[in-house]
């Protein structure tokens, strides 16, 4: 198959999976992020109370976050609380944790960006703290081919508007950002999509310590690279790929839509 069949190839599939997602069932804003940190929490994303799963709201100043307290894995779409621009709650019970401020830094930044993945998963949070950027070079991580930043200097809890200048300004127009002594951030048009990626950051900073304990990480062809990086964000790819990792948490434990 020459390049221009690839590119024809990928055409059709991503038209037969919009026309699946057409036809999915259909989860609110709350409920889709719930199932989200149920998946988060099965990939290994859950360190205690750190780390954050937040969409905006209707209201694009608005944000839907976690009240600091609830963990991924208990988390339930009647959790959530909708925060305005002043990270005042105005719907639903809860205090949301400070950390979460940053995100409002970025959603200000970013007006493309609909959901947030910040987490601390092992593998992440090894990868940085030594130094190194995040590599994709592996085709199941093309998600973040030329499209991970890197915070090399940690700015300290992200509590204040300081450290969410930082964190959004580092991210600039990138998908992803691996933050120094701290963790990861996916930042994606749907919650879906910051969701998926959110799963496959984690594996990349695993798989990349271990190619960089094994030998040298080579890379791979930049065109192919950048093909392979549309396919992955191709959005009904995005969505069947998510369909898929829900359908496995809402097999297990209490029910995360109520
Ligand atoms: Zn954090």
Redesign the pocket.
């Known amino acids: 198959m020459n390049d221009a069949q690839v590119s024809d190839e990928i055409s059709r599939m991503s038209a037969a999976l919009a026309a699946d997602d057409a036809q999915a069932e259909v989860f609110t804003s709350t409920q889709t992020l719930a199932i989200a940190c149920r998946i988060l929490a099965a990939n290994g994303h859950g360190s205690g109370l ?3 799963m937040t969409a905006r709201g209707d209201d694009p100043t608005t944000t839907w976050t976690l009240p600091y307290g609830v963990g991924f894995e208990e988390a339930k779409a009647s959790d959530y609380v909708l925060v305005d621009k002043n990270f005042d709650v105005i719907e639903g019970n809860g205090r949301p944790s400070p ?1 979460n401020r940053f995100h409002l830094h970025v959603y200000q930044e970013r007006t493309d960006v609909m959901s947030i993945v ?3 998963p092992i593998n992440c949070s090894a990868l940085s703290m030594i130094g190194e950027p995040l590599r994709a070079e592996h085709m199941d991580l093309m998600f973040f081919y030329e499209d991970a930043a890197y915070l090399p200097n940690w700015p300290g ?2 509590f204040g508007d300081g450290e969410g200048e930082i964190i959004a300004g580092a991210l600039g127009d990138k998908s992803a950002i691996l ?1 120094a002594h ?2 990861q ?1 996916c930042a994606g048009p749907t919650i879906e999509a910051a969701t998926v990626m959110g799963v496959f950051i984690e594996r990349a900073a695993e798989l990349q310590l271990k190619a960089m304990a094994a030998g040298t990480i080579k890379s791979v062809e930049p065109e192919l690279g950048h093909q392979a990086h549309g396919w992955r964000h191709d959005p009904g790819a995005m969505a069947t790929t998510f369909r898929y990792f829900a359908r496995q948490a809402l097999k297990t434990g209490d029910s995360p839509l109520d």
Do not use: D
């Open positions: 750190a780390g954050q950390a910040h987490t601390h809890v992200p933050l701290h963790g951030l």
